[in-house]
């Protein structure tokens, strides 16, 4: 397992952009998957976006277009860049790693809180 620690969330007029970033203990280059998951009040946790150490990205369909998730190998720090934000998106957003393709997400973050409101 890997301890991981996000930041960047804050609050946002709708339209708005913000850049989330999550910071890993040690190195992520080995995990195959680094993704972002958000929950939002009264509702249950979803997934957001992946990106494996090969290169591919996958985005829940809610976000494609808006979201971009990235990974600095170099650096042990995945991002997660969010454009046109909507009131939809309003939830507390979580850092998850997958050792393997087939492996359940078993290390998170504590969380950063994203607001979109006017």
């Known amino acids: 397992?890997?301890?991981?620690?996000?930041?960047?969330?804050?609050?946002?007029?709708?339209?708005?952009?913000?850049?989330?970033?999550?910071?890993?203990?040690r190195s992520i280059l080995s995990i195959y998957g680094v993704g972002w998951h958000r929950q939002a009040p009264g509702k249950q946790r979803e997934w957001v976006a992946t990106a494996s150490n090969s290169g591919v990205t996958m985005y829940r369909d809610s976000?494609?277009?808006?979201?971009?998730?990235s990974r600095d190998n170099a650096k042990n720090t995945v991002?997660?860049?969010?454009?046109?934000?909507?009131?939809?998106?309003?939830?507390?957003?979580?850092?998850?790693?997958?050792?393997?393709?087939?492996?359940?997400w078993d290390s998170w973050g504590q969380g950063t809180q994203v607001t979109v409101s006017s």
């Open 1 to 25: 397992q890997v301890e991981l620690v996000e930041s960047g969330g804050g609050l946002v007029q709708p339209g708005g952009s913000l850049r989330l970033s999550c910071a890993a203990s």
């Open 63 to 69: 976000v494609k277009g808006r979201f971009t998730i």
């Open 79 to 104: 991002y997660l860049q969010m454009n046109n934000l909507k009131p939809e998106d309003t939830a507390v957003y979580y850092c998850a790693t997958k050792p393997r393709l087939v492996s359940t």
